[in-house]
Structure formats: structure tokens, C-alpha cells
């Protein structure tokens, strides 16, 4: 899921909305998220936890949170 996050911006700490279609290989098989897909911290979408991963690469990426 190797830059996935460049297809994703933080709206807020657990808040994430996909701004470029995003397509990867998960966990259960492959992943797609379309422009306008907004996730929050908790929420399990295709078998992937999106916001803790996100979160996860936002925090080792930018060097924030």
C-alpha cells in the first residue's frame, strides 16, 4: 500500500477524504476508492482499516502527529 496516501488528504486527526482514485492490493484482494470516499478512525472499508493506515504514514511521511 506504498503511497496510497498521496491519493488522500487529512481533513482532521481520524478523518481522511480520497481527492485522486486510489487502487491497491489488500489484505482480501484489491482495493478501490473512489474521489469523494471520506473515512473516519474505526471504520473498516474492503477489509483494510484505511484511517490507521493513513494515519500510520502520515505520522512516518511528514513527520507529524
Do not use: N
Not at 480520497?18 to 489488500?26: D, L, N, Y
Not at 484511517?51 to 513527520?63: P, S, T
Amino acid at each position: 500500500m506504498e503511497k496510497v496516501i498521496k491519493h488522500f488528504v487529512r481533513l482532521d486527526t481520524g478523518q481522511w477524504v480520497c481527492v485522486k482514485t486510489a487502487e491497491f492490493q489488500g489484505p482480501q484482494g484489491r482495493v478501490q476508492v473512489t474521489i469523494g470516499s471520506t473515512f473516519t478512525r474505526g471504520e473498516s472499508f474492503m477489509g483494510v482499516d484505511l484511517v490507521q493506515w493513513l494515519e500510520e504514514q502520515y505520522a512516518k511521511d511528514e513527520g507529524r502527529d
